[in-house]
């Protein structure tokens, strides 16, 4: 059971870029003060940057690292291809911001709202605290509307990712005849629902690419 979770975290990638949104407060300002030099991909309107690329890529590595611990050298990081499937992953975010707004899919005020007020980074006792808020993007030298709308394009991603899940479920006989206990089952069933999602998800994304002009700068990572 362990190898199989394993194998399937092997593909973190793919679930990355459903969280690649999700801030981390690393004293940026906006990403239009780089200039066009820092840019690393062009998805229709939206940009990658390589502000934002080196924070994903970070998150990664730390995330393998965790989870390989020493096994995760240089030899593993080739093989887990870390550099290319961060920048395909930020594409695929961007992507997915498209479809939604295609779809008309949106993130409401009020939703927008509910997950400010419920992040813990602005929570004093328990409890949202605009004071905490105003101080912790101030001191990570960000607006309060660049990271509004950073938050909203994460819930937006989100929100499409999930719609698209919906759609996957696991037949019963899926399982077959394997012996185990109850538990063992569900948890066996739920990795295998994970990783239908995730390969509906990037098939979905991966259609749309080949309607998209998508330019990538990979020169300006290596």
């Known amino acids: 059971m362990l190898k199989m979770m394993r194998h399937h975290a092997k593909y973190f990638y793919v679930l990355f870029f459903i969280v690649i949104l999700s801030f981390i407060f690393w004293g940026v300002g906006t990403v239009d003060k780089n200039g066009d030099q820092d840019i690393i ?7 990658v940057t390589g502000e934002e690329y080196w924070r994903a890529y970070d998150r990664a590595y730390k995330f393998y690292r965790d989870l390989y611990k020493e096994k995760f050298d240089e030899e593993m990081q080739k093989k887990l291809k870390l550099k290319e499937n961060i920048l395909d992953s ?3 975010s961007k992507v997915l911001l498209i479809a939604a707004e295609k779809n008309g899919i949106k993130v409401s005020d ?4 509910e997950a400010i007020i419920h992040e813990p980074a602005f929570m004093k006792n328990g409890v ?4 905490v808020y105003q101080n912790t993007l101030r001191l990570s030298r960000i ?11 994460e819930l937006l991603t ?3 990712s999930h719609v698209i899940e919906l759609s996957v479920s696991i037949p019963e006989n899926e399982l077959g005849n394997m012996s185990a206990d109850e538990q063992t089952l569900k948890a066996i069933k739920e990795a295998m629902t994970n990783d239908m999602k995730d390969r509906a998800v990037k098939s979905y994304i991966d259609g749309l690419k080949k309607e998209m002009a998508i330019k990538v700068y990979k020169e300006r990572i290596s």
Not at 41 to 47: L, S
Not at 128 to 131: A, K
């Open 41 to 47: 991909a062009e998805v229709g309107k939206y940009r």
């Open 90 to 92: 930020l594409i695929s």
């Open 110 to 113: 009020e939703e927008l709202n």
């Open 128 to 131: 949202f605290d605009n004071e």
């Open 143 to 153: 607006t309060p509307e660049y990271y509004e709308s950073m938050k909203r394009q």
């Open 158 to 160: 989100k929100k499409i």
